[in-house]
């Protein structure tokens, strides 16, 4: 262990406050792709009760379930890669404290874990902007027209 004072740990947490925010952000998207998903499920289950199974669903029914069903995939995928970058910078801010608290050089591994974070956000929002283009097409297939 290498000598620890307060001015040191003033500094680590100023180094640690940006990704907190990023946590607490990635969280509340989080949230709002929770709630996107929960209407999927609410149209999906509408969907049923008003067209309950038959042997033969119409050709427009089977397609919005394939759509619905389509979404809740991006939605889950997304929520899933956002949750995994949360968790990958919640592990950088550990990194950063035991990279100040110890004589180890860690500047690497922190860089690594840093754009692995970035890539799984990356690919998250790229899940969700997905998802919306999917949820917005018969909107823009009514415009067209």
Request: hydrophobic share 55%; glycine share 4%; with cysteine.
């Amino acid at each position: 262990m290498v000598d620890f004072h307060l001015t040191d740990i003033s500094k680590v947490v100023q180094l640690v406050l940006a990704p907190a925010f990023v946590v607490a952000g990635i969280g509340t998207f989080v949230t709002i792709l929770t709630q996107r998903l929960a209407r999927v499920v609410g149209q999906w289950v509408k969907r049923d009760e008003t067209h309950p199974q038959r042997e033969v669903e119409s050709a427009e029914l089977g397609l919005s379930r394939d759509v619905l069903s389509r979404r809740a995939q991006m939605i889950r995928r997304a929520i899933l890669l956002c949750t995994f970058a949360a968790i990958i910078i919640c592990s950088l801010i550990g990194l950063l404290f035991l990279d100040a608290m110890t004589s180890t050089d860690l500047s690497m591994l922190i860089a690594l874990v840093f754009v692995l974070a970035m890539t799984a956000l990356i690919f998250g929002l790229t899940y969700f902007l997905r998802e919306i283009h999917l949820a917005t097409a018969p909107l823009r297939d009514r415009l067209r027209r």
